[in-house]
């Protein structure tokens, strides 16, 4: 059973993740800012770090040998630029690491709607989280200019809509930039759901390299 190192394990979606590596029997290295607040389990070594400090952060994947490195950490919205570093440094981390797989949690903003606009460019799409929306897209363009790498990356832009709900077992991925929506033009996903696809990466090498959606 291959090694997992999570960081923003103690988040809405990452904690999600984060019980969803338990219940396949991961053996995980939990990296969160409150270690204090991760779940007892014997899968787990829990380690306080943050992304902010990229050699405590590869001290810490790199200690347990592992081989597949998530984040599930958000931007701070009191400091989005901040969001840029991070990326940077989960990009040394993985590479000081020799991890074979980054996968990270990005945002839906920058999805293409059928008429070619970003999701974050319609009409009612709300101010607040438009800057939000930018910062992931300015991350994913970090991402995307990434060559010759050890690794591989994947940045998974949830639904238009995620909430917690119930797991299902069944979601659709996207790989072409564009929201996924179902018959009715809608598109949402439940964060079980949305955790659960992000699980399924670590042993499903379909996607390199790229940006995927995951919907219903």
Known sequence: MEKIAILGATGKIGSRILMELIERSYVITA???NAFDLPGSTLIIGCEGDIMNEKVISGHVMALENEVLI???SPDPHDLESFLTATEN????AEKAAVKKLITVGGAGSLLLPDGKMLME???FPDFVKPISDIH???LDIYKS???KKFDWINVSPAETIEADEKTGKYRIGADDHLLMDEQGRSFISMEDFASAVVDLI???TYKNQRITVSY
């Open 90 to 93: 989960l990009i040394k981390v």
């Open 31 to 33: 990296i969160s800012r």
């Open 203 to 205: 042993e499903d090498d």
């Open 137 to 139: 897209k300015r991350a």
């Open 71 to 73: 984040s599930a950490i």
């Open 146 to 148: 990434l060559e010759g």
């Open 122 to 124: 319609k009409e009612g």
